[in-house]
Nanobody, 121 residues
Framework: QVQLVESGGGLVQAGGSLRLSCAAS????????MGWFRQAPGKEREWLAA????????YYPDSVKGRFTISRDNARNTLYLQMNSLKPEDTAVYYC??????????????WGQGTQVTVSS
């Protein structure tokens, strides 16, 4: 079992930045890949970023590449998502997730409860 708790969400103006954190407990954090997702009202959950267990490999969809950066601190059991140049369409609930192995394959096994990000125009 892995327990995940997101924090760092809030209200920010367009063009601003936020850093989300995800504190993990339970199964060895450093042995599993992690990811960030989001879901806006009325839309499907969207994958934003993933990172291998060591942090050496990161993955992004084109939609956020260059604006969002995923990172992890295995000593602190914490995952991060740095978001820059935020837009109103980035408004959503943001979730962190843990995969079943060292690389992000298929769908995650564990999910956090989410943190709300609201970007005002």
């Amino acid at each position: 079992q892995v327990q995940l708790v997101e924090s760092g969400g809030g209200l920010v103006q367009a063009g601003g930045s936020l850093r989300l954190s995800c504190a993990a407990s339970g199964r060895a954090f450093s042995s599993v890949a992690m990811g960030w997702f989001r879901q806006a009202p009325g839309k499907e959950r969207e994958w934003l970023a993933a990172i291998s267990s060591t942090g050496r490999n990161t993955y992004y969809p084109d939609s956020v590449k260059g604006r969002f950066t995923i990172s992890r601190d295995n000593a602190r059991n914490t995952l991060y998502l740095q978001m820059n140049s935020l837009k109103p369409e980035d408004t959503a609930v943001y979730y962190c997730a843990a995969y079943g192995g060292p690389f992000p394959k298929q769908t995650p096994d564990y999910w956090g409860q989410g943190t709300q990000v609201t970007v005002s125009s």
